[in-house]
Nanobody, 129 residues
Framework: EVQLVESGGGLVQAGGSLRLSCLLDGFNPERYGFGWFRQAPGKEREGVSAISMRDGTTVYADSVKGRFTISTDIAKSAVYLQMNSLKPEDTAVYYC??????????????????????WGQGTQVTVSS
């Protein structure tokens, strides 16, 4: 059974940092693409960042470029999202997602929620002003 378990959310002041972790279980992540998504109350789920485990291709939403960094650790079966210079508008539930996305489609589909079949339960990030 594929499992994605997020952690690392919390309450932080504007300008602060958090690192989200997504631990992977029940499958070999080496052929997968992974995405971080977020959903604020009353808003649609949006893609934040994505990465291909195959070749390290990364994608970022314009709203987080230069502030967020996605990374992986195959040995630990984990995907991370380092979030710096956080803003109140980053407040949302953050989700980790996985699917068999090849590197060539990451730019087009990496930030698209419907491209992913496997999802974690989410972790809350709250940024106070």
């Amino acid at each position: 059974e594929v499992q994605l378990v997020e952690s690392g959310g919390g309450l932080v002041q504007a300008g602060g940092s958090l690192r989200l972790s997504c631990l992977l279980d029940g499958f070999n992540p080496e052929r997968y693409g992974f995405g971080w998504f977020r959903q604020a109350p009353g808003k649609e789920r949006e893609g934040v960042s994505a990465i291909s485990m195959r070749d390290g291709t990364t994608v970022y939403a314009d709203s987080v470029k230069g502030r967020f960094t996605i990374s992986t650790d195959i040995a630990k079966s984990a995907v991370y999202l380092q979030m710096n210079s956080l803003k109140p508008e980053d407040t949302a539930v953050y989700y980790c997602a996985a699917d068999l996305l090849v590197p060539s489609v990451m730019a087009e589909l990496g930030l698209t929620p419907t491209a992913y079949d496997e999802w974690g339960q989410g972790t809350q990030v709250t940024v106070s002003s």
